[in-house]
């Protein structure tokens, strides 16, 4: 059964590459498609260099969505990396 | 499933390049990758040496593969010299990709529990990503 979910997230602070490293290794563990977005531009979550490349900083508003059997994990998954990683910086 | 990630070999002229990479690599993907760094020419000068870039071979192999990313020309012709020698001891592609942005990809992919298909295919398409 495949379904579609998607969630909104406030940057605490900057996604930097080891926050962004650590949410490309955690989508890569789901089978489902899962982008993330920053304004207008759209990153696909299981690649590292896009999501660094969303330059996205803190304040900023992100939404993580998923479609697939295990949408709805991924993005609980990712948005606490998101509410997490971006806290310590780096 | 296979409990093992693809191990990475980052074949630089510079010893200190291979080790940096090496240590950016780590450091986004989490410190669970093996990644060996091989740079410089056995004398530690600028180039790249063949029994090195073995020994990284042997060393990065968990089970799962090996993707080696060289930096520059020679590199390349290093590391298929070696790699003639290399058959049967396990899977081994040689990913043509920017060395960092290849290093970062392939080593983040791996992480996640990419096999060596999938690692190399990270690593080749960092050369389509834009940073600006």
Known sequence: MSASYEQRITLAGDLHARPAGALAVAAGRFAAVISVSAGDHTADAKSVLGVMGLGATSGQHLTVKASGTDAREAVAALIAILSEATKVGG | ?132
Do not use: N, W
């Open chain 2, 1 to 132: 499933m296979s409990t093992s990630t693809v191990g990475i070999v980052l074949v630089s002229h510079s010893a200190e390049l291979a080790a940096g990479a090496a240590y950016l690599a780590a450091q986004v993907s989490g410190g669970t990758v093996t990644i060996i760094a091989a740079g410089g020419t056995d004398e530690g000068d600028l180039g790249t040496s063949a029994a090195k870039v073995a020994d990284g071979l042997l060393r990065a192999d968990q089970g799962a593969g090996v993707v080696v990313l060289p930096d520059l020309g020679s590199a390349v012709l290093t590391v298929k010299a070696v790699l003639e020698d290399h058959i049967g001891k396990g899977t081994v592609l040689l990913a043509d990709a920017p060395f960092v942005e290849g290093a970062v990809a392939a080593t983040v992919t791996a992480a996640a529990g990419g096999d060596v298909k999938a690692v190399a295919a990270a690593a080749e398409e960092a050369r389509h990503v834009r940073k600006l």
